[in-house]
């Protein structure tokens, strides 16, 4: 065993660590900067679609218009389920299993149903990863009706990505602005960087595994409440605190508890997370639109900030400010999705991002395998079962 001078340094949480590297998204978490490809987040967000957004992490480049009907035709064409994954979904909601879990066994089920899941050629991976990510939104619906006993509505040629998506779980076709809406939640979910669960399908895909079991351990991953689940767990806090004037009172409760505010901090941005921002602003129009439950989220959320971020300031953390998942449950909302659902909208829309990173890790594989330090004792004397004490 190495010498205590000697010891190797273990880093933690794998922080600071680079494992590989991409041209897919760029962090810059210390002036809220969040790239795809190069172009700023804010740019896709306000003017494309979420499809516009998988071609450009599929094939690193905007578009055509040609090249975008294509895509949109294969994605659209490739929705439907086979009817024993619906019942898959259907038995698994009659059991009240959670969304996530339903998700994650009927995407590993539809493995069985693809003729190229062992095939790791760069085009069938994309074919695949396509299939998977034109197929979540329908297995979300699908669960969605299922669990409140409604008919599944099977998805339609004619709508795009997120407004099929809506219109399967809400039996209507979305107005525009709900549409916008949505994309732009998709949009800003789609990448990024090496988080947990990314990391998690790249170990699969680097044994040589298959994209479907990449994709696999990334919604596994991605259901924690400290990675894609605390929009789920911000929104249970801010119907915990009920209207904004309990805010003060709330706030020094969980701090002197140790409590953390679900949908702050992060490992990467010591700033303001700029798909917060982004949110942030879409949620004030959606709280004038909508008043109700939205407006009343959206109010309690801006005075949770700023009562939360004057009480990090004064312990010296300015660097804990809001993430993603604290201003989308506000949207949710307004778009009919219940909390148990937001993590799986996460998930639909970051499959883009899984596959896009193991087919661009596939280029050039290497099989992940770090080390543990062993710090337990050696030659111990084995002793018989009977004499032990
Ligand atoms: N509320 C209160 N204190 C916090 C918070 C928070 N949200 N975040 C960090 N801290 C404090 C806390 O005191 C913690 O100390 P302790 O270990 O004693 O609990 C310390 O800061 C850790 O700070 P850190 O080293 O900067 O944090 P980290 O890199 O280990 O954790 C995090 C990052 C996202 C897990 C954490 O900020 C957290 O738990 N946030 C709440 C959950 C959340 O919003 N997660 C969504 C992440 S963004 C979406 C995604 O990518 O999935």
Do not use: C
């Amino acid at each position: 065993m190495a010498s205590q001078a000697e010891k190797p340094k273990v880093y933690k949480g794998l922080e600071g660590i680079y494992v590989t590297e991409t041209r897919l998204s760029y962090i810059d978490g210390l002036h809220s900067k969040l790239y795809y490809v190069g172009y700023p987040i804010e740019a896709l967000a306000k003017n494309s679609t979420y499809e516009e957004v998988a071609f450009l992490l599929y094939f690193l480049r905007l578009p055509r218009k040609d090249e975008l009907d294509l895509f949109k035709a294969l994605m659209a064409e490739a929705r439907e389920l086979p009817e024993d994954v619906l019942n898959v979904v259907k038995k698994m909601a009659s059991l009240k299993a959670h969304p996530m879990d339903i998700v994650r066994t009927a995407v590993s089920y539809l493995a069985a149903y693809d003729p190229e899941v062992g095939v790791n050629t760069p085009e069938s991976n994309l074919r695949k990863s396509l299939r998977i990510l034109s197929k979540a939104p329908s297995i979300i619906a699908a669960m969605y009706r299922f669990s409140r006993n409604l008919d599944y509505i099977p998805p339609r040629k004619d709508l795009s990505h997120v407004e099929n998506f809506l219109y399967m779980l809400h039996g209507k076709r979305p107005t525009e602005f709900e549409t916008k809406v949505m994309d732009v939640i998709f949009i800003l979910h789609a990448e990024h960087g090496m988080n947990a669960s990314a990391f998690a399908s790249l170990v699969t895909i680097s044994t040589l595994s298959d994209i479907y079991s990449a994709v696999v351990s990334g919604i596994a991953t991605l259901k924690g409440p400290l990675h894609g689940g605390a929009a789920e767990a911000a929104y249970h806090q801010f119907k915990e605190i009920g209207s904004p004037d309990k805010v003060e009172e709330w706030v020094q409760k969980a701090l002197a508890s140790k409590r953390r505010v679900m949908g702050m901090g992060h490992r990467v941005y010591k700033s303001y997370d700029p798909r917060a921002k982004f949110m942030r602003e879409l949620d004030g129009e959606i709280a004038k639109i909508y008043g109700g439950e939205p407006k009343l989220l959206y109010e309690i959320a801006i005075k949770l900030e700023e009562v939360a971020l004057k009480e990090f300031a004064e312990k010296g953390r300015m660097d804990i400010q809001p993430n993603i998942d604290y201003y989308t449950p506000i949207a949710y909302t307004a778009l009919g999705i219940p909390p148990e659902y937001f993590t799986t909208i996460f998930t639909a829309s970051r499959i883009v991002g899984w596959t896009a990173k193991a087919m661009e890790y596939l280029k050039d594989p290497r099989l992940i395998r770090p080390l543990d330090l062993y710090v337990g004792e050696l030659d111990k004397e084995y002793v018989p079962i009977d004499k032990r004490g």
